[in-house]
C-alpha cells in the first residue's frame, strides 16, 4: 500500500497541471482546469497531452512544467506512437482518428484551428493565473463556441508563444 504524504506527488502524471507535478502546497481549482482541459485534448486528439518517455518523478516533472502541449489542430495530423500498460508500441495514425470524427485530418485540423485550439490552450496554460479563472468559464467558452459566439479567451499570437519558449531557455 502506498499513503499519501504531506509534499508527495499525486495525479495522473499526463492530466496534473504544472503546480502538481511540483507538489506546490497551495493548491487551486486552476488544477482541475488544468485537468478539463487535458481530458478535452484527449477527447478532441485521440491523445494524450505528453507522451512520456519513462515514468521517472523527474521526467514527469520536466515534462508536465517545461514542454509545450501540441496544438491540438497540429497534433491531429501528426503520428503518435505511445506505449500500452503492458510495455508495447501503439501507432497511432491521423486517418484513424479523423475517420472516427467524420473527415480527414485535414478537415478536423481546420475544424480544431482557432477557438478549439485557443480553449484548450487556456485551459492548459503552464502558470496558474494565466488559466481560465474556474471550469465553469471553460465551460462557458466551450459553450459560446458551439454556439456560434465569440469566445471570450484570448488566442495567443505568435510572437507571445515565441516569448514564452525563450523565455524557457533564459
Known amino acids: 500500500d502506498q499513503f499519501t504524504q504531506t509534499g508527495a506527488i499525486v495525479g495522473t502524471p499526463c492530466y496534473m497541471a504544472p503546480e502538481q507535478a511540483r507538489a506546490e502546497k497551495h493548491i487551486t481549482t486552476a488544477v482541475d482546469v488544468y485537468s478539463l482541459g487535458a481530458i478535452l485534448y484527449e477527447l478532441l486528439t485521440g491523445r ?7 515514468r521517472t518523478l523527474q521526467e514527469i516533472i520536466r515534462v508536465v512544467c517545461e ?14 506512437i505511445t506505449t500500452r500498460h503492458d510495455g508495447t508500441a501503439q501507432t497511432l495514425q491521423p486517418a484513424a482518428l479523423s475517420n472516427t ?10 475544424r480544431l484551428d482557432g477557438e478549439v485550439d485557443t480553449i484548450v490552450d487556456k485551459a492548459m ?37 515565441a516569448g514564452e519558449l525563450l523565455g524557457k531557455y533564459k
Open 48 to 54: 494524450r497531452p505528453y507522451a512520456l518517455k519513462s
Open 67 to 80: 514542454e509545450p502541449v501540441k496544438r491540438a489542430s497540429t497534433a491531429v495530423t501528426q503520428v503518435h
Open 101 to 110: 470524427r467524420e473527415g480527414t485530418p485535414i478537415d478536423l485540423q481546420r
Open 125 to 161: 496554460q503552464k502558470d496558474a493565473a494565466e488559466r481560465y479563472p474556474s471550469a465553469d468559464h471553460l465551460r462557458a467558452d466551450i459553450e459560446r463556441h458551439l454556439n456560434g459566439q465569440p469566445i471570450l479567451a484570448a488566442r495567443q499570437s505568435s510572437l507571445e508563444r
